[in-house]
């Protein structure tokens, strides 16, 4: 891949334009957006590698967006959230964000969450070397292809979500702590990662499990975390 192109979609002129610069300097094309509607016309246009995607905006707002394009698009979206807009980022991470970045922004911490996200999607799908398929009564998971099918049914996941499903059905029966879980997927310390995991997780069960309160394959361990039940 020559480069990779990210979608920078707020509505303030200047928070586009700085952000181009970090990420231009990191050899990173940006394409730009003011609003929600804006940017499904850009990725109906450019081939976009991932979205950093403000909340608050006029016309079509980034929760709107992100539920918009998760119809169709699997491609990272990173929320751009000031610190008033926690229920906005929450509900956004729930319709399949992927991560959130809090205004204002460490111009390091945003270059570092991008490429993260970047590196991961880039890698997602192409998976070298042939692996075993993974079953669990009823839950299966391919490494090559990357797919995960419950009950012979194709899951449509987010690449953070499947991620989430490899480390727990290659371990099952281990117990991951939150901490764990979000070190190994998102490769950053897992500092004050509650809430984004239970997030990704919650999704995660509603794809998966008939009931998800009464969940049958991921359980809590309480006071330690996750596990994949064998």
């Known amino acids: 891949m020559d480069t990779y192109r990210v979608l920078v979609v707020d509505d303030e002129i200047e928070i586009r334009d700085v952000i181009e610069i970090y990420l231009k300097n990191e050899g990173i094309t940006v394409i730009k957006a003011k609003d929600g509607l804006e940017a499904i016309e850009k990725l109906n246009e450019y081939d976009i590698h991932l979205i950093l995607l403000d909340v ?5 707002d980034g929760i709107a967006a992100t539920f918009k394009i998760r119809e169709k698009k699997d491609i990272p979206i990173i929320i751009l959230s000031a610190k008033s807009e926690d229920t ?3 509900l956004g991470l729930q319709i399949g964000a992927d991560d959130y970045i809090t205004k204002p922004f460490n111009p390091l911490e945003l270059i570092a ?3 993260s996200q970047l590196r991961r999607y880039v890698k997602f799908g ?3 070397g042939a692996r075993k398929v993974i079953e669990l009564d009823g839950l299966t998971l391919d490494p090559v292809a990357k797919e995960v099918t419950v009950d012979g049914e194709l899951v449509k996941f987010t690449p953070i979500e499947y991620r989430i499903v490899e480390l727990l059905m290659k371990n099952a029966g281990r117990v991951f702590s939150i901490s764990e879980i979000y070190e190994r997927v998102w490769k950053e310390p897992g500092f004050n990662a509650e809430n984004t995991v ?3 997780i919650r999704k995660i069960r509603e794809k998966i499990e008939i ?5 049958r394959y ?11 039940e064998r």
């Open 211 to 215: 009931d998800p309160k009464n969940p």
């Open 56 to 60: 608050m905006m006029p016309r079509m």
């Open 198 to 200: 239970a997030v990704h």
């Open 218 to 228: 991921i359980k809590v361990v309480w006071g330690i975390g996750y596990k994949m």
């Open 113 to 115: 969450r991008v490429k």
């Open 88 to 90: 906005d980022k929450i």
């Open 126 to 128: 192409s998976y070298e």
